[in-house]
């Protein structure tokens, strides 16, 4: 009998061990999103994580006229020194701690409305592709088009 309750206590012992496992799982899963914004001058694109888990970001992707690019600085045709970006591959790997963010692109503009009006047609015909993964080397994707900075573009007739 006392062999039969060490069995049981062992089975109930590894049975509680994957439980935990599995709530780690899930409670530190980074949960990604691809943020935009534009207000007063600064244009910037970030990766935020919202998750309760640290969010590795294995590689970046954009695509612009259906081409694929690993550098947002190969999708522009602006000054390299009027912005700031950051590169991620598999020989450059990012981590975002939860509730941070990783800043892709951002540039802040002077009053000059041609300026702003030239980032944000360049940007809006880009689409971004997050490879990321979580602590447990779970994969996970986001994906975001830019057509959001067209939105105050005024097309001539």
Not at 41 to 70: A, C, S, W
Not at 99 to 125: C, M, P, W
Not at 142 to 150: A, T
């Amino acid at each position: 009998m006392t062999v039969v309750i060490s069995w049981l206590a062992w089975f109930a012992l590894l049975y509680q061990v994957y439980l935990q496992r599995t709530h780690n799982e899930k409670s530190l899963k980074p949960l990604g999103q691809i943020d935009l914004e534009d207000r007063h001058g600064h244009i910037f694109v970030r990766v935020t994580n919202n998750g309760l888990g640290p969010m590795i970001v294995d590689r970046l992707i954009f695509q612009k006229e259906g081409r694929t690019y690993t550098s947002i600085e190969d999708c522009l045709e602006l000054d390299s020194r009027s912005y700031t970006r950051i590169s991620v591959n598999e020989s450059v790997r990012k981590v975002i701690l939860p509730n941070g963010y990783l800043t892709i692109f951002e540039t802040r503009l002077e009053k000059s409305e041609e300026d702003a009006h030239r980032v944000r047609q360049q940007l809006s015909s880009i689409r971004l592709q997050v490879d990321f993964r979580d602590i447990y080397d779970n994969k996970a994707i986001i994906k975001r088009d830019f057509g959001w900075f067209s939105r105050h573009i005024i097309k001539a007739d």
